[in-house]
């Protein structure tokens, strides 16, 4: 079955920078699009930034400029470079892969989406 692992959080003072990795694991043929979404305690789930297999992004304004998302498909790995973080980006991120062609009880499978355990961002002010 493929998983998403996520690493790279941690703790990361005001204006300071973080780089996060998602690795896919598993039997994969491809993935559409990968992305990160973020969750702030008490708030709803949002979308960070997405790429797609032929590398086109889509970024959430409140990243542009700050965020670079990235992605490794030999290795199906996604990455986000953080930079200038502020207090707000407080928030568990989370992996995302859709649309993921894989081998799945014996034949070509194609999963909507897969999710991460995410990963702890702490940007203190």
């Known amino acids: 079955q493929v998983q998403l692992v996520e690493s790279g959080g941690g703790l990361v003072q005001s204006g300071g920078s973080v780089r996060l990795s998602c690795l896919a694991s598993?039997?994969?043929?491809?993935?559409?699009?990968m992305g990160w979404y973020r969750q702030a305690p008490g708030k709803q789930r949002e979308l960070v930034a997405t790429?797609?297999?032929?590398?086109?992004?889509n970024y959430a304004d409140f990243v542009k400029g700050r965020f670079t998302i990235s992605r490794d498909n030999a290795k199906n790995t996604v990455y986000l470079q953080m930079n200038s973080l502020k207090p707000e980006d407080t928030a568990v991120y989370i992996c995302?892969?859709?649309?993921?062609?894989?081998?799945?009880?014996?034949?070509?499978?194609?999963?909507?989406?897969?999710w991460g355990q995410g990963t702890q961002v702490t940007v203190s002010s």
């Open positions: 790429i797609t297999s032929g590398g086109r992004t």
């Open positions: 995302n892969a859709h649309r993921v062609s894989q081998y799945y009880r014996g034949a070509i499978y194609s999963e909507r989406d897969r």
């Open positions: 598993g039997i994969i043929f491809g993935i559409n699009t």
